[in-house]
């Protein structure tokens, strides 16, 4: 069984120059548990999984495994696997020669690599050269390098990302299983919806700041319902949902957003009211549209990011 900790970043602050790429961010990932790192493009995911594995130096702040700084760990290779979007490969290489190089530079045993090979399904692609494996052989091929020292701690940059359905069902069940075994997981991804079936434990960043951190149903569970909705007589539609404890949004495609009532609600609200309505659909309760109300890059549409926010039971960071 590996030796799993957690991993602890802790007021995180990186600089390049004049950019903030991430600023004072803190979470945590647990054993056993698959924890996403997610945001957009650009948000700081990547500084942030590169400064905990010691490819980039803290302005401020900290990022270790159980207290213990990656450039400090004993026996690092046996610690922890990472997979970084930026990892190349040799494209004349095989995948196994790959994985020879990394075990021998490791100082692993040269059955680790057979067995990774077995452990992602690549045996029989092993002799082929890497520069003519799909997107998805080189993912699986990451973290076959990733996981060569057994390590009970695994750091992923956007595994999932460019997985056709059926490989995004295999990465998925596979890092259930590592985590099963009692590994500390932690996987970034820019897409919620590719990962939602996989996480326990979300962080999500943007503009290189934490916005939210807890479990998965702390997203969807917090967030205000909202209910497109319209009638012929739209002033008496709006009067009789406000009175009902209904905020009345600018119109969405021409038609009212009525916040913080669900559908059943402003159904039975204008039903009571006898007012025969023309349209009703919930809006934007799926988890990516969440998500992206989350993370929306224009900072000023605070009024979505604020109240969805602040209606969390997770701990928030505004
Ligand atoms: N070496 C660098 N020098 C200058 N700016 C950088 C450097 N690395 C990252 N940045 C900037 O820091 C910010 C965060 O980038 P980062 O790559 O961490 O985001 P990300 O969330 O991983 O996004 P992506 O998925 O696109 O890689 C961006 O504005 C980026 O341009």
Redesign the pocket.
């Known amino acids: 069984m590996p030796t799993s900790t957690p991993i602890d970043i802790r007021a995180l602050t990186k600089r ?2 004049a ?1 903030t ?2 600023e004072n961010v803190t979470f945590s990932a647990q054993p056993g548990r698959v924890t996403g790192f997610l ?10 999984l590169r400064v905990l594995l010691g490819l980039a130096r803290a302005t401020s702040g900290t990022a270790t495994f159980g207290g213990t700084a990656y450039a400090a760990l004993d026996d690092p290779a046996r610690r922890v696997g990472a997979s970084l ?1 930026s990892d190349v490969f040799h494209p004349g290489r095989s995948g196994r020669d790959h994985l020879r190089v990394l075990q021998i530079a490791a100082g692993l045993d040269a059955e680790r690599v057979e067995a990774v090979l077995r452990r992602v399904g690549m045996s029989d692609a092993a002799d082929r050269r890497v520069g003519g494996y799909s997107l998805g052989m080189r993912q699986r091929l990451g973290l076959a390098a990733a996981l060569l020292g057994d390590p009970g701690v695994l750091v992923l940059d ?1 595994p999932i990302n460019g997985l056709d359905p059926a490989g995004i069902t295999w990465m998925r069940v596979f890092l259930r299983e590592l985590a099963a075994e009692g590994r500390t997981i932690l996987l ?1 991804s ?1 897409v919620l919806s590719e990962v939602a079936q996989t996480v326990d434990d979300v962080v999500v ?1 943007a503009r ?1 700041r934490i916005v939210m951190t807890g479990a998965l149903d702390d997203l969807a569970a917090g967030v205000e319902a909202r209910v497109r909705v319209d009638a012929a007589d739209r002033a008496a539609l709006s009067a009789t949902l406000t009175a009902a404890g209904a905020r009345i949004d600018t119109p969405d495609h021409g038609h009212l957003v009525a916040t913080g009532l669900d559908a059943d609600a402003v159904g039975r609200a204008a039903l009571a009211a006898g007012i025969p309505l023309t349209l009703l659909a919930p809006l934007g309760d799926d988890l990516e549209s969440i998500f992206l109300r989350l993370t929306a890059d224009d900072a000023a549409a605070t009024d979505t990011t604020t109240d969805a926010s602040s209606a969390f039971a997770g701990e928030v960071a505004a």
């Open positions: 390049f120059g950019i790429a991430v945001g957009p493009n650009g948000a700081g995911k990547t500084t942030t979007s956007e970034s820019h960043i290189g």
